[in-house]
């Protein structure tokens, strides 16, 4: 990447790959699904960034290979200066302390036979915080936090008791008891309502901004990123295709799928009706057996022969701190 | 109005459920015109699934009460019979796409089989001209004609979505009802979806009621706009009107609460949470949530009337608002 | 499971009557089976279970009192006259003594006894004393029945005297001694529907005992057509003992076995859906494996050529039930719960894989699982039963399934014993509604989807 911050970057991620293996009948492999595929970024302490892309481009694999539920196969993440690859023990449940995890579907994130002080709890035992007392206090300033209050109503009720976008607060809530330095929101919103929606990216930021977090979203939909992000990096089948500051890419897209993303988006308007959108054709190709070249050659309508379907395209940098994966840029 | 296709007047459905009756569709009306998108549009729970269910009579057991008149061109389709409304109305008059209804294609049977099925079942139409009528849909909703000899399993979920909406097509209703039909694809494919829907609309002349909760998706295809709030409609009006300057406060404030890609202005959420359908307020059920709210919009409910008051034209306007600040004398009690 | 939950479980589980029913059915069990044990330990059932002696003054295939008495019927109950209540009248001579025992009682049954037997007990003699006895009927006939020599304890088989029985016209003895006569003489014929003459018995015993201070013993058993609650089986013994016993042994089975398995099983399952790849895998063909084993014949095969102890077969059934359908089932609800976000989530906090699987994975299928157990204890109470009945049944313990197959191998229901085959019948019926319909109510509780709107 090309930014450059003052202070040392909070997680680095270095030519990443996630691939899975496919194995017949448990051991005989037969192939690998490149999930994640030679991806590299910085993050920067304080800073808030998301990850964009269609559903199987590999943001989740991306998620959980930086949450270390999956070991890249190949290249690392660093965390604070320290690869991920050699924790082990305590030090591996250390860094599960430093970074929360918001998830998608708020109802599914929490266990539906646990009450709200419960599923509060359980993090804080999981990392020894053995004083009830000390537990309830956290507890309690937790939800003030994420403004589900009266605290004492939200305490004993379940789940399914809970709005979901009061559900998302618990997942949030929970995402913060351990007071991490990295809060990583895979699609934060998008199985809320849309009233709910701003009310909880809102919430996301004030905390981000009041904590000093680093905050990496993950979502599909461009249109929720622009006030609450300040680099967006977009995907396509595993790899960052285009990476730029938000108002930047929104503007001036770069590479020819962000603008295909961009095109189909729209501010409602009246007008939207009676407007056939420009659609490339065709669908995200198979993350078994990818294109060779760009990835999204198949589908792009400036694709140069020769080039786009052999070679892949490596970071252009068309403009200060914008880089796009596109030969367009040569 | 002669052009009128679809009248619906004080449509009900409650459900009985152990807390009471929960007023999922609280006495809704609206008309669509031949060849008109309408959309409602509304947040989840607000009943706006249910209406499609109450129009096409799929009634779930606890039912507790289903009333309300249907008219569809000149026919009385509340009127008629469970057996006759199945034969002559369900597929061959007014289709529905429901939610996720793309992963309810029966997943053993091939795709073009189940879009020639409804010719076949309620028209008793031979196979073979039965699945030449699918292939026609297949071409209208850009499906590629192999895929008619394809599993369920071996398509997209666009094209899952696509072979959904041709089988709703196939019967050549003049009406189609679409639930969410895009909430579970991705950009692209949403805007190749709404995509298809417009050149149905403008070759076939279909009218269509688009169901969603996403203000942006609504815009993409609606010439009119119902909000429906609580289990009833707030706001009807044109897109025009409700894209630009809406009358109900309901409407500002969602307009205002969507994340739009080309402005500077935040959006604001809007406070507070829709009433309970089991026992609604007295007043206008967003009285609660609504900063302009004054002391009447607590103590009665305001009725749908046509926005701009008593004024010349006001009776045919299509434009109607709930909410006492557009009623038309703020005296009186009648509107 | 938290403790709101729970007791909102208890009122849920209220509404439903046949969960009432059910738990009052397995309260009852459990009740007798404690009460049972206590009153009669282990090693006494055993004891007595054995037979034999403890049981000679109670009659063969007895049917039940209640059973006698709701058809209005006035069957003989078992009589025990004893010398000791008796007023005996002595005479010294030389070298020994005299005695006169008059065994009296009054006999007002609609019907005959079953059997008659005189027991007689002389400890300590030198020499073997002799006893004379006399039958005196209440219409004044006398009927001598022979004189025997008393060895220290002697069974004298009255109904087995067959020139008894000729005397009597055919008739035998227990239903001869006590039949009307009158009209005809001593030695008339039988007559064609003997009927008892009531009124006051007596049985005198002329003992002449060679001894100055051993006295005799003298006990007249006159065995009853019916016996307690559940009636006595071919070696005398009392069916009540084995339907008692029974219980603990049939609810302890029942019980152990399904948990013995379920735990198992689900232990297996999470292991497997937890960890996949090859542990999975293997666990899945173990299983398959197992699924076609024949549960019966195998169980059949030990018990034939190895022993038929009770605990011996429970540890087959367990060891049998590990790797059962169960784990299918089980695995197939586990899976979508591995995959739940909330289990991501904890993975992500860094919670540790026993504590995902206890407190995240099983308490999502408590609410399958109690039910499916509470219904799994009846079968294998069955089980038990049905090895039983083929004779594999413990040789020791009192159980349901063993009076079954007594009842079988002694054609009961020929003979018209029904009592002998419906007591257990119905105790293993109850058992298993009781515990269905408290199953198929947890079901409902915890299964809202099943519960109608």
Known sequence: ?330 | MADTLLKVEDLALHYRTRGGAVRAVDGVSFDVKRGEALVILGESGCGKSSLARALMRLLPRNLAHHGGRVRMGDTPISELSDERFRREVQWSRMALVMQASMNALNPVVKVGEQVAEPLRELKRWPRRRALERAAEVFQRVGLPLDFMARYPFELSGGMRQRAVLAMALVAEPELVILDEPTSALDVLTQAAIMNVLKELKRDLGTSFILITHDVATSSELADRVALMYAGELVEACSAARFFGEPAHPYSRLLMKSVPRLHERERPRAILGQPPSLLDPPTGCRFAARCPERFARCEASPPAFVPEGGTGEGAAESRHRVRCWLHAPSRGGEHG | MSAVTQRRAWRELARYPSALVGMTIILLLIGVAITTMVAIPYGEALERWRGGEMWQRYPVNASPAWMDRLSGGNAARTLVVASRDAEIEEAAFPGGRRLRIPLEFDYAYGGFPSEINLFLNAEGHARTPFVRLLWQAPDGREIPLGGYRIGRQERISLSQDRGLERRLGGLAPHIGLLADHTGQGEQSVTPAAPEVLEGRYRLLLDAVLFDEQAGLEAELVLYGRVHGVAGTDHQRRDLSLALLWGTPVALAFGLIAAVGTTLTTLVIAAVGVWYRGWVDAVIQRLTEVNMILPVLPILVMVGTLYSTSIWLMLGVVVLLGIFSAGIKTYRAMLMPIREAPYIEAALAYGASDLRIVWRYMLPRILPVLIPTFVTLIPTFVFLEASLAVLGLGDPELPTWGKVLNDAQSQSALYNGYVYWVVAPAILLMLTGLGFAMLGFALDRVFNPRLRSL
């Not at chain 1, 008891?177 to 919103?189: F, K, M, N, T």
């Open chain 1, 1 to 330: 990447m090309t930014l450059i911050f003052p202070e040392a970057p909070l997680v680095e991620a270095d030519g990443l790959h996630t691939w899975f293996e496919l194995r017949q009948w448990g051991f005989l492999r037969v192939g690998a699904v490149r999930a994640v595929d030679d991806v590299s970024f910085t993050l920067a302490r304080g800073e808030a960034v998301a990850f964009v892309g269609e559903s199987g481009c590999g943001k989740s694999s991306l998620v959980r290979t930086l949450l270390g539920l999956h070991r890249p196969t190949l290249g690392e993440v660093r965390f604070e200066g320290v690869s991920l690859a050699g924790l082990k023990g305590a030090a591996l449940k250390a860094y599960r302390a430093r970074v929360g995890y918001v998830q998608q579907d708020p109802f599914g994130a929490l266990p539906p036979f646990l009450d709200v002080r419960r599923i509060l709890a359980e993090p804080l035992k999981v990392h020894g915080v053995k004083d009830r007392a000390e537990r309830e206090r956290r507890i309690r300033a937790a939800l003030e936090e994420v403004r589900l209050t009266p605290v004492e109503e939200v305490l004993g009720k379940f789940p399914h008791m809970l709005s979901g976008g009061q559900q998302q607060r618990v997942v949030i809530a929970r995402a913060l008891i351990l007071e991490p330095a990295l809060v990583i929101a895979d699609e934060p919103v998008s199985m809320l309502d849309a009233s709910v929606r701003v009310e909880i990216l809102e919430l996301l930021r004030n905390i981000q901004h009041r904590r000093g977090l680093t905050l990496a979203f993950v979502t599909h939909d461009l249109a929720t990123v622009r006030h609450y992000a300040e680099r967006i990096f977009v995907l396509y089948a595993g790899k960052v295709v285009e990476s730029a500051p938000v108002e930047d890419l929104l503007d001036a897209p770069q590479h020819p799928y962000t603008r295909a993303l961009l095109a189909a988006l729209s501010d409602p308007d009246a007008a939207n009706a009676t407007r056939l959108r420009e659609v490339p054709g065709g669908e995200p190709p198979s993350l078994i057996d990818p294109p060779a070249g760009c990835r999204f050659h198949p589908r792009c309508s400036r694709a140069m022969e020769g080039l786009c379907d052999r070679e892949v395209p490596p970071d252009f940098t068309p403009r200060p701190g914008h880089s796009a994966a596109c030969w367009l840029h040569l």
